[in-house]
Structures are given as structure tokens and as C-alpha cells.
């Protein structure tokens, strides 16, 4: 069984500690790490040569430390990044959605929704919620990819899981013709400074754009 390594970066000692009680519980969850600031969590991955597949990042430290600047270390070196907040600053998940954290968890979840969360993210996936979504529905910074109603269709399936061939069946197009309308949608949004290279940065771009509906809402 495939083991995740995952750190936690948090300055209260309290919620440190929980958390690493709460995962070392999980067999397919390692805690390599609960430290206060990216810096001590960076130096520590270096010095024992140790990959870290997912951090839970605090999105307001007391070092002063930007949120976008973390999230960009971060993800540097290698790691996945999934916001931990107390949801009272709506500027602070915006900056954290637009530096491309796989979601944002509010630190008054229920245990079973933050157990979830984290060990969906850390195999990968777009962790949605409702607050990701209202913070970046309030984005002025979001700029329109300005694409046809094809490609939204195109992208709606294609991030939504369906591979080519299956999209080009239910489109009624050649596959050729739908990977070249992907193509496109990546090139649309790079454009406006929103790439997509991935696809799950396809995923976040259709959730962003109200392309493909939040999990969990109706």
C-alpha cells in the first residue's frame, strides 16, 4: 500500500499536535512533520533528503510570510498544497486558489470532513468547497479566458474525467478535432494568465468559471 508523506505548517502547538494524533491513525498517511514556518519545514525536507507529497498550510502565520509567496516554495519543491484556515479572511483563500493549493479546509471542519480532504489531496485530487468557490466568485482578478460554447463543452467533460475519444462520442466530433478544442482552451487561459497545463488545472479553470458545478451543491 502506497504511503503519502504529509507536513503540516502551523505555528499553534495545539492544533500541531492534533493533527499529527488525528493522522497517525491512517495507515496510508505518514506525518514527516509539524513545524510553524515553510523555511523550517524546507530545511528539514533537505537536510534528510525527504520528499513531501502534501503540505496543510496555515493560511495566516506569525512570521509574516505572503501566502502566495509560501504556496510558490512550496510547490517548488515538489509538494502539493492544501489551505488550512479559519475561513475569516476572504482575501487570504483568494490568494491561496490563484497560487494553485489543490483546496481550502476550514479548521472547523468535522474531523471526518478534514481526514477526507487531506487524504484525497494527498493521491492528487481538487479538494472543492464552497468557500473556494465564494472567494473566487469575488475575484476581480479572475479575467475571462473568453471561451466559445464549444470548448466549455469540450472542457466540461474533459475535466470532468471523460477522455478524448469518449468526448469526441458524446460531442459528436472527431478526437482530433476535441483534442485540438483542449489545445485551445489551455492556450485561452495562459493567455489571461490563468495556465492550464494539467488536468487538473483544467478542473480548477471549469470550477472557477462555473464551467463544472462545485461538489456538493446543487
Do not use: C
Not at 487561459?189 to 464551467?211: F, H, M, Q, S, W
Amino acid at each position: 500500500m502506497s504511503r503519502f508523506r504529509v507536513a503540516l505548517i502551523d505555528d499553534h502547538e495545539i492544533v500541531a499536535r492534533g493533527f499529527a494524533n488525528l493522522f497517525s491513525t491512517i495507515p496510508e498517511i505518514e506525518v514527516v512533520g509539524t513545524v510553524a514556518t515553510v523555511t523550517e519545514l524546507l530545511e528539514s525536507a533537505a537536510s534528510q533528503d525527504q520528499q513531501v507529497d502534501l503540505v496543510i498550510l496555515d493560511l495566516r502565520l506569525s512570521d509574516g510570510s505572503l501566502v502566495g509567496s509560501n504556496v510558490d516554495r512550496l510547490r517548488a519543491a515538489g509538494a502539493a498544497v492544501l489551505a488550512f484556515t479559519g475561513g475569516d479572511d476572504e482575501v487570504l483563500m483568494r490568494h491561496a486558489a490563484r497560487s494553485g493549493v489543490l483546496g481550502v479546509v476550514r479548521k472547523s471542519e468535522p474531523t471526518a470532513v478534514l481526514l477526507d480532504a487531506v487524504t484525497r489531496a494527498a493521491a492528487g485530487e481538487t479538494i472543492a468547497s464552497t468557500e473556494w468557490a465564494a472567494a473566487l466568485d469575488g475575484d476581480p482578478d479572475l479575467a475571462d479566458a473568453g471561451l466559445s460554447n464549444r470548448e466549455r463543452e469540450a472542457l466540461s467533460l474533459y475535466a470532468a474525467g471523460a477522455k478524448a475519444p469518449l468526448v469526441a462520442s458524446r460531442m459528436g466530433l472527431s478526437e482530433a478535432t476535441v483534442i485540438d478544442y483542449i489545445r485551445r482552451v489551455r492556450t485561452k487561459y495562459e493567455r489571461v494568465g490563468r495556465p492550464a497545463n494539467t488536468k487538473i488545472d483544467l478542473y480548477k479553470r471549469a470550477l472557477e468559471d462555473g464551467i463544472l458545478p462545485i461538489p456538493g451543491q446543487s
